[in-house]
């Protein structure tokens, strides 16, 4: 009571002496009554309205200004006879001042009850507010755990499983559960993923099993081999020594030679190779025919003007020692006949003719250089149906068999000694007249000038040159080029017909359809390419030369553009094509350089074509067709995700972009028979 007291009256304070007096007074009986009165005044301020006490107010006022001007009234009279009126005037007015009194202290009342009703109605909206605040990020979190819920990705959806009804049919009951899995669509998965797993490592031990005879028949195959290998110098050294008895008999001198005269006027590395051929042709019946292609009489007389130890001279001193009856010849005339007798071929070539499937077949001719004692080589495609520039380039015969193995591409002898020769003759070796002496091929032919001081050729392994001396793996090699080739010059003939071939089109593209169109398919020169500098970081980068073939394909989509420079290397498919991007979308120009997504359309075609490769299996001499689909899927996707308002979404994606880099969707996964594009 006595804090209620001292709240009321701020006029009482704490620890000062009238303030313990005054609680002294007020704890009195008097004081009670002066509390009731307290009471009494709050009732009445709570129970009459703040705008009655104005009018009250108003009158009280009005009367104590009568009041006073009576007052004032009456002392302007001097008279001595109103003065009790003035003291009864007086006493009215106090009175009216006490109720002006009165009414301010119930208006205080009222206002600190006011006061303290708009406090307790701020906390309440302020604990309402709280709890709204609450509410709201209880709501966002349970928002964003389900939308994380509903995008989770699980690894097993990347697995095709088998059907359900299959999955009821092969796999056991103990897995199937078919009580519960019918019901339960989360255990149907369960179980499916089981028997998934049960099946993969069964098929890994048939695998591994498999593996074993696989390297078993190999190891086989690998001694016959070298049995047949070791089997060519006693078949020769057989063929020499039954010549004599042959020949008395009068038999032919082996069924090895198919044409056993011009075999034995044939120069020893060609007749090496005629014995090769010849015996693979009757051991493993491959479609390889070997031909011996001359004059019988003209190889004979050669054969007897010229011996092994024929060397060219470059001096003329012998002819300044002697005098001669006869009209002396030119310096001219004396280089010319030097250079003739230094560039003679013998006048019979071996031609072996490689047979494809497809009707397709490939001649190479073999003729030896006999003063430059080394094997050249000129091959020639037989096909059909190629007749586009670019095909026509794959198919010369100085570009016919580059890449068969690395950097050896016959534009230079591989006999270190020629070059000495043809620089004292002041020329060069000219493979479009004299042939092209690859490596591999005086290897086949039992040449070898791999320890001639040629740090290159001794780099070379052991197997590479048992490689080289082996003519099985030598057809092997050149059928596979040469099918590569055609395969090559098949897509590329449609490319310059503007549309990606068809063929192995279920294995090569994906389920959905590409927008854009092929424009243009151009072959481009090394000259252009070599001088162009957008082609400076690749000619460092990947190792270009001249040997390599270059292309310019367009897309087009509306006004938007790709074009791409295609870097093919002779040993394709072995070395993927290589595709530089850049893109025209009206005024905006896009490269590698200044867009991060033209950088990942480069890397979805260069990069991830081990993922073409898998999807190709064996057809992998179509990794180009592949790679041009890709390439389109991926022009499209560009065009739909970052101009949505001029190009409408055509394909299947979550998320236009996605991540720091906000990449886009290049990479496809298959659901069932249809799939979507994510990011990686």
Known sequence: MVRDTMDRHPKLKRGDSKTENSLKILSTDSNKQYLKV???????????SGDADTTIFKEICEKFREIIKSIADLKSKNDASNRNAILHLRVD?????????KLNRLEKFRLHSAREKLHDTKRQVDNLHLQWQNLLYETHHLKKEISNCMSFKSKDEHIDLIPVEEFYESAPETITRPEITKKDRHRLRLAQLEWELTQRKVLAETCNELMIEKDKTASEIRKKKDRIENLIPMIKNILSATKPVQEYLGLSSSQIQTEPELAQLLPPPLYFLSIQ????????????????????????????AVTESIAV??????????????????????????????????????????????????????????????????????TKGF????????????????????????????????????????????????????FWVQKLCGLDFTNRNRPVDQALDRKTNAEQRNISVIVQKVRQHFRSVVDLCE??????????????????SYPVKTACTLLKWELIS???????????TLLQNLDLSEYDRFFETIFVRNTAKLI????????????????????????????????????????????????????????KNWILTAQMNKLAICFDIFLECTDRDNFPREKLFYHHVRGRSRSLPFKFVTRGKEGLFVQR
Request: hydrophobic share 30%; with cysteine; proline share 4%.
């Open 38 to 48: 307290l009471n009494t005044e709050e009732k009445e301020a709570q129970s009459r």
């Open 93 to 101: 007015a106090s009175m009216l001042f006490l109720k002006m009194k």
């Open 277 to 304: 051929a010849n015996a693979m042709e009757e051991a493993t019946g491959d479609s390889v025919k070997l031909t011996i292609i001359g004059d019988k009489d003209s190889a004979a007389r050669f054969n007897t």
């Open 313 to 382: 001279e470059y001096s003329d001193s012998e002819d300044e020692g002697q005098s001669h009856h006869h009209r002396r010849k030119t310096k001219s005339q004396i280089k010319e006949e030097k250079i003739k007798k230094l560039l003679t071929k013998h006048p019979l070539s071996a031609k072996l003719q490689i047979s494809l499937k497809d009707g397709n077949s490939l001649s190479i001719t073999f003729h030896h250089l006999v003063n430059l004692r080394i094997i050249s080589i000129i091959p020639v495609a037989n």
């Open 387 to 438: 007749d586009g520039l670019s095909c026509r380039h794959l198919l010369e015969s100085r570009h016919l068999l580059n890449g068969l193995y690395d950097k050896d591409y016959g534009e230079r002898s591989p006999n270190p000694a020629n070059t000495y020769q043809l620089e004292q003759l002041g020329i060069e070796y000219n493979p479009l007249e004299l042939g092209l002496p690859y």
């Open 491 to 508: 897509q590329i003939q449609d490319f310059e017909k503007l549309f990606i071939p068809m063929k192995n089109r279920d294995i090569i």
């Open 526 to 536: 090394w000259d252009r390419i070599s001088t162009d500098p957008a082609f400076e």
């Open 564 to 619: 791409a420079k295609v870097i093919v290397k002779p040993n394709y498919p072995d070395m993927t094509p290589v595709f530089s991007i850049r893109i025209e979308n009206g005024s905006k120009k896009y490269n590698a350089q200044n867009n991060n997504n033209v950088r990942d359309m480069e890397k979805e075609v260069n990069f991830y074509v081990e993922e073409l490769y898998e999807k190709l299996g064996k057809q």
